[in-house]
């Protein structure tokens, strides 16, 4: 068998499996020249019902009339239809099924001409793998066993993985008063720096999440930052600067903490400018804490204090915002009266264009609640109508 496979090198491409299933990847340039030279050709005369040449080849391979006129297009229709092949898995790009194509389109004069090269770039490739499985295996038979009682004296807890330093030091999770979004570099850790030593330092005693200073190495940084933001931290405070709109880290800090607070409705985001640069589309309705108004630095770092350790609000409400602002009080269980005639009543604005939505079942079983509803709906009624 081994003879007849040497004298007649076709014999394994037709009868040997190994051969037959290696991908068309093995095929060098040599080869793919070659097949081109015969397949290239125009030819009008159909054999078996399909041209016998690079357009029935790739029929027969699965291609359709689109991706043979883009083979046709790159002047090169044999190779570029091979190169497409190769990366169609689902299409079996084999040698095995080059070759049974090719007895279909009766090129035996290609098959002839060609196998040679073939079966040799069919060898060099099954000599590569076969070098690369005995380096793998040399590599496995190589590393040290390890003792069996390492493991097991490890103690694993799946469900707590630690997110922090202070989650290290203290062996629980640590939780922080905020996360610190910044672009640590120039200024803007200057400034941060100058944050830590008067916030977390009494009167304010506050605690915050410091990239570079609280996050530990070696895990997913993004995943890190995303789990600490919304598991960890009340709020997340974030210096703008021009720097900062253009770190990668940032970007994806401030929108993921938008996301969790859209349209600032829990008062979650706290952006601090500390420098004059455009503020994000996304934040123009997030109140700014502004370091740049000299004559108000008196008040910044009270503010900013305040800010952070501020409730989170409207956290019963359901609040949308699309084409109009919806705020829905039925999960509220208290609401002032308010009325056109009270001087201390703030209706909204024409263009704010608030809708309040008044739960039906209050009618009848509060008055006292039902009245407020109808005094809030009268005040905007009669806003809208200005």
Known sequence: MASSEVMDPENLLRQNEEYRNIPLEALRMTS????SLYLDLENDVPVNDVLPNYIGLAELAGFGYLEIKSFERTGKPTEALLDHWISCHGKNPTLGNLYDFLQRLERQDAITDCVKTIIRDAKAYLELKRRQEEERRQEEESRPVQDSTVSSEMEIDEKYVPLATDDVIENKPVYFDAFVSYHPDGEDLLFVKKMIKVLENPPHNLKLFVPQRNDLPGGSKHTIDARVIEERCKKMVMIMTPQYQQSSACDFQYKFAHSLSPGARSKKLIPVLIKQCPIPHIL???TVCDYTKKDLMEWFWERLARAIRAKLLLSNCDVRRDSNFKLDLSQQPEVDDWSSD???ST??????????LMPVQEASDSPKSSKKYRSITQIFKKDKGK
Not at 347 to 356: C, I, K, R, T, W
């Open 32 to 35: 793919r020249k070659k097949l």
């Open 284 to 286: 123009r309705h997030v």
């Open 342 to 344: 009270s001087p201390e």
């Open 347 to 356: 209706a909204p604005s024409e263009e704010d264009n608030f809708e309040v």
